[in-house]
């Protein structure tokens, strides 16, 4: 058993695994089920600070966002892509695949975008129906002002999509504040529940855009509207999956009774980056720092495989690297949720200090002191 520090899936508390072991009902007749069910989604929207509904749907983190750009977009829709990282060029792909027509906003992959060179933009482009934007693009672990752009967005009447899937529960999210319009997490990153649900909280305005669309959706399991009413109706569109429903209901409430939640996440991340300059290592951003995750370019000389090697043999402790154009060039460590505790970190930055040395690396400082001299 590694001691997993990506980001995400993360580990799992006990009481979540022990949740999802309950005994269980037919989740489609049971009237007790639909309560459950009812009001986990209300724990979530109250947890993001917002009156929309929320749904829960039975899928990881890319079917929340590929069933809201399969409901919001009709053949023809000019959609704003905020890309700034892996995901946020994704996002296009789904647009183009539901006969949209993707606008790309790109920006450079080593820092936020700039929500002031943004607002300028959109003086002279704002005819979108919808626009989408990554809250926490993890493969590069940059954070982007989703507060402030999507208010932006909602000035042109522009509806916004924000994929905060690794973001929320450790970067603190306030969806009626910013005005955002859908908003996608999933149950394997900060949430710490294992892999298997996504759930879109949903606004008033993004549900009359896709309740007056006049073709129909192309897909039934990515259709949000099939959801409607399903509380009055005592109806889903499909069997929920029951179990890791329970589990969530469980690592819900772990979130709601964790005071120290916002401010864990940021201090061992501020730490955890401190520590990568002081050992001679470097962050790979410049700016746009998530709290979930640290992500470091692999220092000259060395192979990210060695490193995430030498940690996972010698120490049983799983890092990640990256993919896309980022792969073999940056190690990944992920500190959300139930891997963003104070002991794991310690134990993974002396696992890693020992690995560097192994590999032959000269650090300037360890990571393990640093950090603890930096986590105030
Ligand atoms: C993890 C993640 C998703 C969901 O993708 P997976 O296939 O579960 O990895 C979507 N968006 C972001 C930003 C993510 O980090």
């Given at each position: ?31 007790v089920?639909?309560?459950e ?46 890309d ?66 999507c ?9 916004s999509?924000v ?16 005005q ?26 993004a ?25 009055e ?49 470097t ?72 690995t ?11 990571l ?9």
């Amino acid at each position: 058993m590694y001691k997993i520090m990506t980001p995400g899936p993360v580990q799992v508390p006990e009481n979540v695994r022990l949740a999802r072991s309950r005994s269980t009902t037919n989740a489609d007749l049971d009237p007790v089920f639909y309560d459950e069910y009812k009001e986990l989604c209300e724990l979530i929207s109250e947890l993001l600070h917002t009156k929309n509904e929320t749904l829960i749907l039975s899928g990881e983190g890319i079917l929340g966002l590929e069933a809201a750009c399969a409901t919001l977009t009709e053949p023809g829709d000019r959609v704003l892509v905020l890309d700034n990282g892996i995901y946020g060029a994704g996002f296009a792909d789904f647009v183009t695949m539901y006969g949209g027509e993707p606008v790309l906003y790109t920006t450079d992959y080593l820092n936020e975008i700039d929500v002031d060179a943004f607002a300028e933009f959109l003086k002279d482009n704002h005819d979108f129906k919808y626009a989408a934007v990554v809250h926490c693009d993890t493969p590069s672990g940059v954070l982007n002002d989703v507060h402030r752009i999507c208010p932006l967005l909602k000035s042109y009447g522009i509806l916004s999509v924000v994929d905060s899937v690794s973001g929320m529960f450790g970067n603190e999210l306030d969806i009626d504040q910013g005005q955002m319009d859908i908003v996608c997490g999933g149950s394997q990153k900060a949430v710490s529940a294992p892999p298997g649900l996504t759930f879109v909280t949903i606004s008033d305005d993004a549900k009359k855009a896709m309740e007056n669309r006049k073709v129909p959706v192309a897909s039934f399991y990515c259709n949000l509207n099939i959801f409607k009413d399903y509380y009055e109706k005592q109806w889903f569109p499909y069997t929920m999956p029951i179990s890791d429903i329970y589990g969530l209901v469980a690592a819900m409430e772990n979130i709601k009774n964790d005071a120290d939640l916002y401010t864990r996440h940021h201090k061992i991340a501020v730490a955890t980056r401190k520590a990568i300059e002081e050992a001679g290592l470097t962050n790979h951003l410049q700016s746009g720092f998530s709290d979930t995750v640290t992500v470091f370019n692999v220092p000259e000389g060395l192979t990210a495989n060695d490193i995430l090697n030498r940690m996972q043999e010698a120490h049983g402790i799983m890092l990640a690297g990256s993919f896309g154009d980022l792969e073999g060039k940056v190690i990944r460590i992920g500190h959300m949720g139930a891997s963003a505790n104070e002991a794991d970190m310690i134990a993974t930055l002396a696992a890693l200090d020992e690995t560097l040395a192994y590999l032959g690396w000269e650090a300037k400082a360890t990571l393990v002191e640093s950090f603890q001299k930096n986590f105030v």
